[in-house]
């Protein structure tokens, strides 16, 4: 209906609505068959007949000619159909019209495709208004930035939505050039592409962002640049239209700033980095300054609620940047603890949690002064006038708060920076938070692991050793990786060093039960081949009752085991599926020891093959684990070589060729733990070392027991005769007793007196307790007693006791 005038000054230069002229227009509806079924008023004055004599009957009694190419059928196929027929009058004229056809679905009810058909002559213009005039009014009040230029590219036209945008009427800007009117290399830009158009007919388009007068934020406009032809298609002009897409433009940076968040943000499992990564990504595309302070008890894993948090709040910066070089805004230096008064912004949101946008007044910097002065100089200094904060909180915790501000950038913070910004601070959040809870477990895995690991190795006869273990980076995690120094008896010495497969609490908790049993199978004295076969049935056995209990296997190890003997020079060595020890000459030349393969502990049923090797006194036995020669994007052989270079080119001292060996070797961030044991070889001469043979006969006992004697003599240790006689008397009259030759009595001086006993009998003594009247039993008894330790060692030939006694002080 038409709508009323409004009365007074409000309502002046607006007309009643007109009333819609449907007999302006010819319709008709025809149905699928050709058949007319609907008939308006327009199409009864164009053509003449009544809708009474027309509906019903067949559309070609309407034409003149033969139907239009296609006809109305061809709607079958496609939405719309246009082209020109010629209609004979009722009265017998012929009407040249042209046709405008729909096609009309078909209805629910099942009802036949209708075509709509639009009739209609070529229009003449109504006597009540201008046409030309309409043109122009329609040009200058587009809601599109129009203009029109020349060939010479001199300003014609411009609508009043160009006056608006430039800043100037169409009078002044009447004969300029783009770059006269907008000194701008876009406004040079646009020249170029006009002269293409110019010569080349062919439209162009720009994208251009312009600071515009009047607006003190950059915008963006998308640009198109039309040919104008005459009717002989000759380019008279060029038509610049304009639309801006500023809020499009800033939607897209946001969108695109949010997929670098996901990229940049929580690369690393380290807090600070995170936090870093989080004002990093957001400065300059957002804000000016950004500042990220936490909470200072996070690590403690509890939540801190609203109404718990002090007055003042403490915070602890932990990241800051700025546009400006060197942070100059900074108040708090990083990893410090300050405090934030209640009217802060920081303070505020997180005291609401919820983020908040901070318009800085002069006032606000008063009140500020007096609680805050240096943050309030810094503020006046730099002109900050919008704060922006935002609480970090991850899975029910709060962690902190991310503050942004603006002082450089002109244009305030809005809701769209607000969601920006929430979005920004919730993706480092989770990130920081994983960060924490990595690195409280890591803490607890690497506690573990030191208080597995040997904290000091004890000097020992036999080798003078050196160590280095290095957990992974804190992106990996803390390994299983081990090494171990085992005093055996006879002086000799076991040399171990395990990996775990894996990271974390599990691996660590695995190398220590992995540690313990490889120390007390050394203890019963077996050979590195068959305590590795031991070891690797307490891998299966513990996999089998993990997968019981859990459905989860466990955790699969490699291990290398090496004996030492100093009084032999011999080193018996036994691996599985570890990386081979390398052997350094006392001249200095290395190599890679070459041993049987064995497989990884935990696979079961496979043998483990030891070998033996004579090492020259002084030579160096380097053991370590993978993570020393293995690297990401290092071929291993590249790893080795180093390894081998770097021993070559270090000195003597075993503690300066770790550090050669870790600084030329291992790459910045090793991507898994490392362990390094470095075990120089020393040698018990026949200075130190007594040997008898024993003659299988009891007379033979009072022999031996004075050659002790007199060996202890030499040596000095006289003091030690009484109960060295009563422990070789005890030992050798066993042997003859119950074993067979040959039988051996040796005596080794080292930091302890070593008492050895070997014969052909594979049956090992044990202590019991002696009833009253039993006749024997009680002399090994009597020898544990006065010994410090005493013990087996099964051989290929038979068995060894022996006994060990602390020398006397000196």
């Known amino acids: ?75 079958d196929g496609v939405r719309r159909w246009n082209g020109s027929a010629t209609l004979r009058h009722r009265d017998g004229r012929v009407l040249p019209v042209t046709l405008l056809a729909h096609r009309r679905e078909r209805s629910p009810g099942g009802d036949e495709t ?88 062919e439209q162009r388009h720009l994208k251009a962002a312009l600071h515009l007068a009047g607006d003190d934020h950059e915008s963006v406009w998308s640009v198109s640049l039309a040919p104008v032809r005459d009717p002989q298609g000759v380019v008279r002009g060029v038509l610049l239209s304009a639309h801006d897409m500023t809020e499009q433009h800033l939607a897209r940076q946001r969108l695109a700033l949010v997929a670098e968040a996901g990229v940049r943000i929580g690369t690393t499992l380290d807090l600070a980095r995170t936090a870093q990564e989080l004002a990093d990504v957001a400065v300059g595309e957002m804000a000016d300054f950004v500042t990220v302070d936490l909470l200072p008890d996070i690590e403690d894993d509890r939540e801190l609620r609203a109404e718990t948090l002090p007055d003042p709040i403490t915070l602890r910066r932990v990241a800051n940047q700025s546009v400006l070089p060197g942070c100059p805004e900074a108040v708090v230096p990083l990893g410090t603890v300050a405090a934030y008064p209640g009217t802060s912004p920081a303070a505020e949101c997180l005291v609401s949690g919820r983020p908040l946008i901070h318009t800085v007044t002069p006032e606000g910097i008063d009140r500020w002064a007096s609680l805050a002065p240096d943050r309030a100089e810094r503020v006046r200094r730099f002109g900050f006038h919008s704060v922006l904060a935002v609480p970090m909180r991850a899975r029910g915790v709060t962690l902190g708060v991310a503050t942004f ?3 450089r950038r002109p244009e305030p913070f809005e809701q769209d920076d607000l969601l920006l910004a929430q979005e920004l601070t919730a993706r480092a959040a989770l990130s920081i938070d994983n960060a924490r809870r990595y690195t409280r477990e890591r803490d607890t895995a690497l506690t573990l692991q030191s208080s597995l690991l040997p904290r000091k190795l004890p000097a020992q006869p036999a080798v003078e050793v050196a160590s280095r273990y290095l957990p992974a980076s804190a992106q990996v995690g803390v390994g299983g990786d081990w090494f171990d120094v085992i005093p055996l008896s006879g002086a000799r010495v076991a040399l171990v060093v395990g990996d775990v497969v894996g990271h974390g609490i599990q691996a660590s908790a695995a190398m220590g039960r992995l540690r313990t049993a490889v120390r007390t199978l050394a203890d019963v004295d077996l050979p590195p081949d068959e305590l590795l076969t031991h070891l690797d049935d307490l891998v299966n056995r513990s996999l089998a009752e993990t997968d019981a209990t859990s459905g989860t296997a466990d955790i699969g190890a490699t291990c290398l085991y090496a004996v030492y003997d100093p009084v032999s020079r011999r080193c018996t060595l036994a691996r599985a599926g570890h990386p081979e020890p390398v052997l350094v000459s006392p001249a200095g030349e290395a190599r890679v020891l070459d041993l049987p393969a064995g497989p990884p502990l935990g696979l079961g049923g496979l043998p483990f093959e030891s070998a033996e090797v004579e090492l020259p006194e002084g030579s160096l036995l380097v053991l370590h684990t993978d993570g020393l020669i293995e690297a990401r994007g290092r071929d291993v052989d590249e790893g080795l070589d180093l390894l081998l270079n770097a021993l070559v080119r270090s000195g003597t001292s075993l503690e300066g060729i770790c550090d050669a060996v870790l600084r030329e070797v291992l790459l910045p961030r090793p991507t898994d733990d490392v362990a390094l044991l470095l075990a120089r070889t020393r040698v018990l001469d026949s ?77 090992a003594p044990h202590l019991r307790r002696a009833r009253v009247y039993d006749e024997g039993g009680r002399g090994l008894l009597l020898v544990a007693q006065l010994c410090q330790g005493w013990g087996t060692r099964h051989t290929c030939q038979g068995k060894t006791i022996w006994a060990e006694q602390a020398l006397p002080a000196r």
């Open 687 to 763: 200075a130190h070392v007594a040997t008898w043979d024993v003659p299988p006969e009891p007379s033979a006992v009072a022999e031996v027991r004075s050659r002790a004697s007199r060996q202890l003599e030499e040596w000095g240790l006289g003091e030690a005769t009484f109960v060295t006689e009563l422990v070789v008397s005890e030992l050798v009259t066993n042997a003859i007793r119950y074993a067979g030759p040959p039988i051996q009595l040796r005596l080794i001086l080292d930091r302890r007196l070593i008492c050895e006993v070997s014969d052909a009998s594979s049956t």
């Open 114 to 201: 209708h075509a709509w058909v639009l009739v209609s002559p070529v229009p003449s213009p109504g006597p009540e208004f201008d046409e030309h005039a309409l043109i122009d009014w329609s040009l200058a009040q587009s809601p599109c930035t129009m203009a029109l230029y020349d060939t010479r590219l001199r300003l014609l036209r411009a609508n009043a939505d160009m006056e608006r945008v430039m800043g100037l009427p169409e009078s002044e800007m009447r004969g300029l050039r783009v770059s006269e009117i907008v000194h701008d290399p876009q406004g040079e830009r646009a020249e170029e592409l006009m002269r293409q158009v110019l010569g080349t007919g």
């Open 405 to 407: 501000s603006r002082h």
């Open 1 to 75: 209906m038409p709508r009323p005038v409004p009365t007074g000054d409000e309502g002046a230069g607006l007309q009643p609505l007109p009333s819609i002229d449907d007999t302006a227009t010819a319709r008709a509806v025809v149905d699928a068959r050709g058949t007319v079924v609907g008939w308006s008023e327009g199409a009864r004055r164009l053509v003449g007949y009544p809708e009474s004599e027309i509906m019903g009957r067949s559309a070609a009694v309407l034409l003149a000619g033969k139907p239009p190419a296609g006809t109305l059928r061809s709607l």
